[in-house]
C-alpha cells in the first residue's frame, strides 16, 4: 500500500542536513529572505526521494542537459560576461555536446531579466519555407504522413543563430567570437563522448541511419562509444565562420549555401531566400503575478506563456490555496485548469503575424474566474471529442542561467524530436529540425504530441508554427528575482513548469524537491489525466477516477532545469529524470 501524500509543515530549517548556505560577508545580497521551505513526503514506490541537496553557487549558477554546456556559461561569466552572454555560450556549446537537442539547425525561445528591471523576449522559432503549403503532409486521403517529422521536408527555417546573435548584441556585453569560443573549441578540440549520448544514439540509429549522420556518430553502424574524444570538424569550422562574420554566414553565407545545396539534393524545400528572409523577433513578454509574485513569460508563436498564465490564474481563481499536494483534489483542479487552457491553446493560438491571437482575455484574470466557476470538485469535465493518444518524448532543451549581477536567461531551445528531422548537413556539421510537425498539419487530427490544433496554427508559408516552450521568469512579492524554470517535453513543457512553480511558491517546497516531484499532466485531448509512474497514491488515484478521469500512467514527463535564490547565492538542479550528463555549474 501507498503511504498517503501530505504535506509536513516542517520548516527546512530545522533539519540540519538542509540549513540553507550561509551567505559570505562581502558577497554580492542576494535579496530579501525568502519564506521557509517546507518538507514533503512523495509516495510510496515514487522513484525519487525527497530532501535531496540542489547545488549551490553563492556567485551565480546555470542549469542545463548538458554539464560542459553549463560550464562553457560559467567560463564566460567568470570572464566577465553576464547572463545573456552566457546563456549565448551555452546554447552554442549545446548544439556541440548535446546534439540530440541542442542546435543551430532549429529555434527556440528566450526570456531575458535584467538587475536593472528591464525585461524582454526573444522569438527565434522556425517559420516555414516559401514553398510551404497548407496541405503539404496529407496523403491522397487527406491523412497526415511522416514527412512533417523525418526528412528534408520536415524542416523549417532555422532560426537558432540569428536568435541568439540578436539576443547578444542587445543584452551581452561580449562578441560573438568570445562566447562561442568554448563551442568552437570543443567542436575542433573534441569532447569526451559519455554514456548517455551513447545510449541515445543508440536508440536513435534506425531514423538516423537512413541520413549521413550515420557517417559521423556511428561507426560501422555502432553508436560513438562512452570515453571517445569526438571531433565535429565540419561544426567546428561552420561555428568559426559564425563567429567571425556573424549570423550572416549561415543566412547569407557559404553555411546557407550548403543548407541549400543539402535540401535540394534530398528534396527539401527550404531556398536560399528563405534564409535570407529569416528574423528574429523581439516580443514584449508576458508579464503577469500569481498569488503576489510575479512572472515573465513567453508570448506567441510560443503558446507557453499563455497557457501556463492562465493556468495560473485559474488555480488562484479557484481558491485562496490549493488543496493539500499530491491529494485527489489537487489533481483534479491542476487537471481541470490545464484542460480548460489547453482547449483555448488548441483552438485558439497560432502566430500572431497570422491569426488574431486573444492574449489579453486569455491571460486576464477575470476571464480565468469564468474558467473556474466551471470546475466542479465533485465531477470531471469532459474535453468535447476525443481520439488523441499521448506520445512520450522529451527532446528539447531548456537551461537557466543567473548571473553574478542578478540578470537571468530563460532559454528553451529545439529541433522538436530528438536530433530533429535526422538529416544530419554533414559537411556543416548539424542537424536539421522537423519542426513543421508542430503546425496542424491537418486541423482537428493529432501531430506528433498527440495535440488537436486547429485552423489557427495550420500550415501557411513565412509562419512560425505553434510551440508549447514555456522558459519563465518569477519574481517573488518584493520584485527580487526568484525562480528561473522552464522544459523540454512537448505539451508537457507547460503543466511540469507551472507544476514547479507551483510547488515553489504554494508548497514552499525546495527547489531539489519541486524538481523531484512526480508530475501530472493533462492537454485537453486525449481526455486523460496523465501521471508518472507511481506518482499518485492509491487513495489519490481512487479519488480521481470516481469523479470521472481516466488515468494513465507516463514514465517520465518533461525534462526541467531550474535555478532558485536561496539565503546567500542561488540553487540549481538539472533534471534528475534524465541523469547523464546533465548538470549545473555554478561559483
Ligand atoms: O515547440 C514545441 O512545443 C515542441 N517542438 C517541443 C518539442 C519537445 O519538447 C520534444 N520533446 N518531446
Known amino acids: 500500500m501507498r503511504a498517503s501524500l501530505r504535506l509536513l509543515v516542517v520548516p527546512l530549517a530545522l533539519l540540519a542536513c538542509r540549513a540553507p548556505a550561509p551567505s559570505s560577508a562581502g558577497l554580492r545580497s542576494a535579496g530579501p529572505a525568502i519564506p521557509a521551505r517546507r518538507a514533503v513526503t512523495f509516495p510510496d514506490g515514487w522513484r525519487f526521494k525527497a530532501g535531496e541537496k540542489a547545488a549551490f553557487g553563492d556567485r551565480f549558477m546555470i542549469a542545463s542537459n548538458q554539464v560542459l554546456a553549463s560550464n562553457a556559461g560559467s567560463e564566460i561569466v567568470e570572464a566577465g560576461g553576464n547572463a545573456v552572454d552566457a546563456a549565448v555560450a551555452v546554447g552554442f556549446a549545446l548544439a556541440v555536446t548535446y546534439p540530440v537537442a541542442g542546435n543551430i539547425g532549429g529555434g527556440g525561445f528566450m526570456v531575458i531579466r535584467m538587475a536593472d528591471g528591464r525585461s524582454a523576449t526573444i522569438d527565434y522559432r522556425e517559420i516555414a519555407p516559401l514553398a510551404a503549403s497548407r496541405n503539404m503532409y496529407l496523403d491522397a486521403a487527406g491523412n497526415p504522413t511522416n514527412e512533417s517529422i523525418i526528412g528534408y521536408k520536415a ?157 495560473l490564474n485559474i488555480l488562484e481563481a479557484a481558491g485562496d490555496s490549493l488543496p493539500t499536494w499530491g491529494t485527489a483534489a489537487y489533481a483534479h483542479l491542476l487537471g481541470s485548469a490545464y484542460q480548460r487552457a489547453f482547449i483555448d491553446r488548441n483552438s485558439k493560438l497560432g502566430d500572431p503575424a497570422f491569426v488574431n491571437v486573444p492574449l489579453e482575455q486569455l491571460t486576464s484574470k477575470r476571464y480565468a474566474q469564468s474558467l473556474a466557476k466551471t470546475i466542479d470538485p465533485d465531477r470531471k469535465t469532459p474535453t468535447p471529442s476525443d481520439g488523441a493518444q499521448i506520445v512520450d518524448g522529451m527532446h528539447t532543451t531548456h537551461y537557466s542561467v543567473v548571473d553574478d549581477k542578478g540578470n537571468a536567461v530563460a532559454t528553451t531551445t529545439t529541433l522538436n524530436n530528438g536530433y530533429g528531422s535526422a538529416v544530419y548537413l554533414k559537411n556543416v556539421g548539424f542537424f536539421m529540425n522537423d519542426e513543421m510537425d508542430d503546425f496542424a498539419s491537418a486541423p482537428g487530427k493529432p501531430n506528433m504530441f498527440g495535440l488537436v490544433q486547429g485552423e489557427a496554427n495550420a500550415i501557411a508559408p513565412g509562419k512560425r508554427m505553434l510551440s508549447a516552450m514555456s522558459p519563465t521568469i518569477v519574481l517573488d512579492p518584493q520584485g527580487e528575482l526568484l525562480l528561473v524554470v522552464g522544459a523540454a517535453g512537448g505539451p508537457r513543457i507547460i503543466t511540469a513548469t507551472s507544476q514547479v512553480i507551483l510547488n515553489v511558491i504554494d508548497y514552499r517546497m525546495t527547489l531539489a524537491d519541486a524538481m523531484r516531484a512526480p508530475r501530472l499532466h493533462h492537454q485537453a485531448l486525449p481526455d486523460t489525466l496523465m501521471v508518472e509512474t507511481n506518482g499518485l497514491t492509491t487513495e489519490a488515484e481512487a479519488g480521481v477516477r470516481r469523479i470521472g478521469h481516466a488515468v494513465r500512467y507516463l514514465g517520465g514527463l518533461a525534462n526541467v532545469n531550474a535555478v532558485m535564490r536561496v539565503a546567500g547565492g542561488w540553487e540549481g538542479v538539472s533534471e534528475p529524470r534524465v541523469g547523464g550528463t546533465g548538470g549545473t555549474s555554478a561559483r
Do not use: H
Not at 183 to 195: E, K, L, N, P
Not at 241 to 254: E, K, L, M, N, V
Not at 277 to 284: E, F, K, P
Open 155 to 311: 524542416s523549417g527555417v532555422p532560426g537558432a543563430v540569428a536568435g541568439m546573435a540578436e539576443a547578444l548584441s542587445k543584452y551581452g556585453s561580449m562578441s560573438l567570437a568570445q562566447v562561442m569560443a568554448p563551442a568552437i573549441r570543443m567542436a575542433r578540440d573534441g569532447f569526451v563522448v559519455d554514456s548517455s549520448l551513447y545510449y541515445s544514439l543508440r536508440s536513435s540509429s534506425g531514423y538516423l541511419g537512413r541520413f549521413d549522420a550515420k557517417d559521423v556518430f556511428y561507426d560501422n553502424g555502432e553508436p560513438l562509444k562512452p570515453g571517445t574524444l569526438f571531433k565535429q570538424p565540419a561544426l567546428a569550422r561552420t561555428l568559426q565562420q559564425i563567429a567571425d562574420q556573424g549570423p550572416s554566414a549561415f543566412y547569407r553565407g557559404t553555411v546557407g549555401d550548403s543548407l541549400v545545396a543539402a535540401m535540394q539534393r534530398g528534396g527539401g524545400i527550404i531556398t536560399k531566400r528563405d534564409l535570407e528572409q529569416y528574423t528574429a523577433l523581439w516580443r514584449t513578454p508576458i508579464k503577469s503575478t500569481y498569488r503576489g509574485y510575479t512572472m515573465f513569460t513567453m508570448p506567441p508563436s510560443s503558446s507557453g506563456g499563455i497557457v501556463v498564465t492562465e493556468t
